[in-house]
């Protein structure tokens, strides 16, 4: 068909799966300014990340009470892991991000796959964390655990501003998620038809 119309003199635009990329090579002005509030998009996180980081980090008390830093608690130390390991990621992915080459299918997937894997990972530090925070503010009278924030005060103001962070990069995380997930699944046609398998099934087919 594609031959046909060349013999009539009509020229046909090479489709992104016929030039081997999705969505062009990013060389256009359009997806040059993708590109380059993607990567702002990645750096961010990593901005916010070693903020919540430094602030749990450095966060321990002492007075009469005792004493209390943040690695006597495990989600706690969860939490300075998690944004450590984001913040390294959101580095090396603006970084990789930013190198103009043609996105590949096997480069969308890559970022796919650790988008989706670091989201929930700083997902799940923040949400321990938040837990803890409850418990220490509020305490838990069916197991007798009485609210420690009213004796370390500060240890929970910092504690508290390190969680809240975390969850503002957690909006970043799921916004580079949809990202990456639009810029792979936009690598496919739609379907272009149903089969029907051996049990009466319908499968879509997609184009080639």
């Not at 002492?62 to 580095?91: E, K």
């Not at 590949?104 to 803890?132: C, H, M, N, S």
Request: hydrophobic share 45%; glycine share 8%.
């Amino acid at each position: 068909m594609m031959a046909e119309k060349r013999e009539k003199g009509g020229e046909v635009a090479p489709s992104p799966a016929e030039m081997g990329v999705a969505g062009g090579d990013g060389e256009g002005n359009g997806n040059s300014s993708m590109k380059n509030a993607e990567t702002l998009l990645r750096l961010l996180p990593m901005a916010l990340c070693l903020v919540a980081l430094v602030l749990m980090f450095k966060n321990s008390q002492s007075n009469d009470y005792g004493s209390l830093s943040y690695s006597d608690v495990a989600a706690f130390r969860y939490l300075v892991h998690a944004n450590g390991i984001c913040a390294a990621y959101s580095l090396l992915s603006a970084i990789y991000a930013a190198v103009p080459r043609p996105f590949t299918k096997p480069r969308a997937w890559a970022f796919f796959f650790f988008d989706q894997a670091l989201t929930y990972v700083i997902i799940a530090a923040g949400a321990v964390a938040t837990e803890v925070m409850y418990l220490a503010y509020n305490g838990d009278a069916a197991i007798t655990w009485s609210s420690d924030c009213g004796s370390f005060h500060g240890f929970c103001r910092k504690a508290m501003a390190s969680v809240a962070i975390t969850f503002i990069s957690v909006a970043c995380y799921a916004a580079l998620s949809l990202l990456s997930s639009y810029r792979l699944f936009s690598n496919y046609a739609e379907p272009v038809g149903f089969y029907q398998g051996s049990r009466g099934i319908h499968f879509p087919v997609f184009r080639p």
